[in-house]
């Protein structure tokens, strides 16, 4: 299942960096590309998990497969999940790259993280508002206050929910009860009323269990647009390594561009390199095919590339929210350079 992140905050973050380094140099081995790196002539570089391997990384095992990032003269090493976020193991130089997500790598790097995204393998919202199908009672946002929210320990959860539900004509009132990956059950069994799903994982998990969600979409309601997922570099590493990050962001991008391509072999590569993790076969696949077919391209059929607009839309309601802070944990009062926070080189040069 994937993971519903707790999110902290910048200065949380970079605080938690040097203990996070530290763990993420012990545990489970890591994976890599295998043989490719026997040889000595390939560049080590390493990539760290958000989560246990799911549909969000199909273009690495891809790229891995298929020799891309060996083409390239990269070794690459996956760093397995272990409770680090990827954000602070590569702001402490402990990682890379690795796995992102706008909401979290806004805080982050609002705090002074050394941290950029260098692409975006998925272009929108990939959560909802998530209610169960058969529930009358509830038929838009504002029908929500009142009732019990089963979340995930985010600072911008409850402000997003307030917004989104004031925005249909409603309060913003409810009950916030922290739950983790126990959201969805308690959902399915009744005992709260909403949550935020992943509609391409605990969406499709839904339909298959018996027990279809129907959503509410953030965009809808007049909130901005938010990345699902990024591919993140430590911006002084890739700055004195320009030429082995192009590579390396290229390579990954043919991985993912071939997920999108041909959903169902790549699905079947993904589980092929995660047996032990990915039993379910209908819903890897429906997973990555509704992905390929819906959220990885953007308006002009590009894949990976990001804009100011959409970094600017979302920091700047957590911004106005008061959720950003510096590294002391001050409540940032003016907008850092959202521009900053990205760049498109690696992916376009």
Not at 228 to 244: C, R, S
């Amino acid at each position: 299942m994937m993971k519903k992140r707790n999110f902290a905050t910048g200065a949380a973050v970079l605080a938690t960096a040097g203990l996070l380094a530290a763990c993420s140099s012990g545990g489970s081995a890591a994976e890599s590309t295998g043989s490719a790196g026997a040889s000595g002539d390939l560049t080590p570089v390493t990539f760290a998990l958000d989560w246990t391997p799911n549909t969000n990384h199909t273009g690495l095992y891809v790229a891995i497969e298929k020799g891309y990032f060996e083409e390239a003269g990269l070794d690459v090493e996956i760093l397995p999940y272990n409770g680090s976020y990827p954000e602070t193991l590569i702001d402490a130089g402990a990682a890379d790259f690795g796995i992102g997500f706008q909401d979290v790598s806004t805080f982050s790097m609002a705090a002074g993280a050394d941290v950029q995204a260098i692409m975006a393998p998925i272009q929108t919202w990939v959560t909802a508002i998530g209610v169960r199908a058969d529930d009358d009672t509830i038929q838009s946002p504002a029908d929500l206050d009142g009732l019990t929210y089963a979340g995930f320990g985010s600072p911008s959860e409850v402000p997003t929910l307030q917004a989104v539900i004031k925005d249909d004509g409603g309060k913003g009132d409810f009950e916030n009860v922290t739950l983790g990956t126990s959201a969805y059950e308690a959902l399915y069994s009744g005992d709260v009323d909403f949550t935020i799903p992943f509609e391409t994982w605990e969406g499709i998990e839904a339909e298959l269990n018996g027990t279809p969600m129907k959503y509410f979409h953030f965009t809808d309601y007049g909130f901005p647009d938010n990345y699902g997922l990024l591919v993140l570099g430590n911006k002084t590493w890739m700055g004195e390594n320009a030429e082995t990050t192009k590579a390396f962001t290229q390579a990954l991008a043919k991985g993912y561009e071939d997920a999108i391509a041909d959903p169902e072999g790549s699905a079947e590569i993904l589980m092929a390199a995660n047996p032990d993790v990915l039993t379910e076969a209908e819903l890897v696949t429906e997973s990555q095919t509704l992905l390929s077919s819906d959220f990885m391209l953007d308006e002009n059929g590009e894949f990976g590339l990001m804009t100011d607009e959409q970094w600017a839309g979302l920091g700047e309601f957590y911004l106005e929210a008061g959720l950003l802070a510096d590294v002391d944990g001050n409540t940032l009062t003016e907008a850092p350079d959202w521009s900053s926070f990205y760049t498109n080189e690696y992916l376009t040069d």
